[in-house]
């Protein structure tokens, strides 16, 4: 916290004496301490032995004609009191003039040094210093906790795709397998590689209509889903008289959504009607 202890001008001092400072002063008071690292005490009123030390200055600096003491360490009693004012203005104790000794912090008495800010003002600029770092603090926090679950959403949504994928991958590969051990007559590797490809290419046409709103996961089993399960219900040695009607039947679906897809307002009842 900053506070305004002296300033250019003549005073007098507590003897009723004559004392005059100027800048070059000012700032000698200021070099001889921050030079030396010297520690002086922030007292009530002016205590012969500085103490007790109610707060401690770091350094001081020069701002135009003041000079300015940075405190620290500043005890919670102090803080009440000027906060309620019962000590609100400053007086500087110096040794050979240029070398501070301490900082008193006086009440009823007048200052010597009139014109500089009252203690109360200090405070409260410091406080709302403080309140507003707190929040910036805070809110650069938040910003970095929000972009932090923005990424976790988006890698958790990538590997949900990705897992996707994988068991499509190996649900249909498992139908492959299904259906080669099944031996169905009629039924060659080449007609199940077709029947993966098309429903692979079903999946795909189904999470582009899911993506653009135009259907409900939640009342509507998926296709595919359905066309692999017909495939697995076939028996083992049965004759695949299903076969042209399977892949007609795949097609017209395919060309349902397809047509769903150029006229959005049609349900799927609506469009494979429309197909015939």
């Known amino acids: 916290m900053w506070i305004e202890i002296l300033k250019t001008g003549t005073f007098k001092d507590s003897k009723g004496e004559?004392?005059?400072f100027d800048s070059n002063d000012l700032n000698s008071i200021a070099n001889n301490y921050n030079s030396n690292?010297?520690?002086?005490?922030?007292?009530l009123g002016h205590p012969k032995d500085n103490s007790p030390a109610m707060a401690w200055v770091e350094r001081l600096q020069?701002?135009?004609e003041k000079l300015l003491a940075k405190v620290k360490d500043v005890s919670t009693e102090l803080i009440e009191s000027i906060k309620s004012k019962r000590y609100n203005n400053?007086?500087?104790s110096l040794s050979d003039k240029l070398k501070l000794n301490h900082i008193g912090v006086i009440g009823g008495m007048p200052p010597a040094v009139d014109g500089l800010q009252n203690l109360s003002e200090a405070v409260n600029e410091f406080t709302m210093e403080n309140l507003c770092l707190i929040s910036n603090n805070n809110q650069e926090e938040l910003d970095l906790k929000v972009n932090e679950f923005?990424?976790?959403i988006s890698e958790l949504e990538e590997q949900i795709e990705n897992y996707k994928v994988i068991a499509r991958e190996t649900k249909l590969n498992d139908l492959k397998a299904k259906l080669k051990s099944k031996k169905i007559i009629g039924l060659t590797?080449?007609?199940i590689n077709q029947f993966n490809t098309l429903l692979s290419e079903v999946y795909n046409l189904e999470d582009e209509l899911i993506d653009n709103s135009k259907y409900d996961t939640d009342t509507k089993l998926s296709i595919a889903d359905s066309m692999i399960e017909i495939l697995e219900s076939i028996g083992t040695n049965d004759k695949l008289f299903v076969s042209n009607t399977t892949n007609n039947r795949s097609a017209k679906h395919k060309r349902v959504l397809e047509l769903m897809q150029t006229n959005p307002i049609l349900s799927y009842?609506?469009?494979?009607?429309?197909i015939g």
Do not use: C, D, F, M
């Open 18 to 20: 004559e004392v005059s």
């Open 37 to 43: 690292n010297l520690s002086s005490p922030v007292t």
């Open 62 to 64: 020069l701002r135009g």
């Open 150 to 152: 923005g990424l976790k």
């Open 269 to 274: 009842e609506e469009a494979l009607a429309l």
């Open 90 to 92: 400053v007086s500087v």
């Open 189 to 191: 590797e080449s007609k």
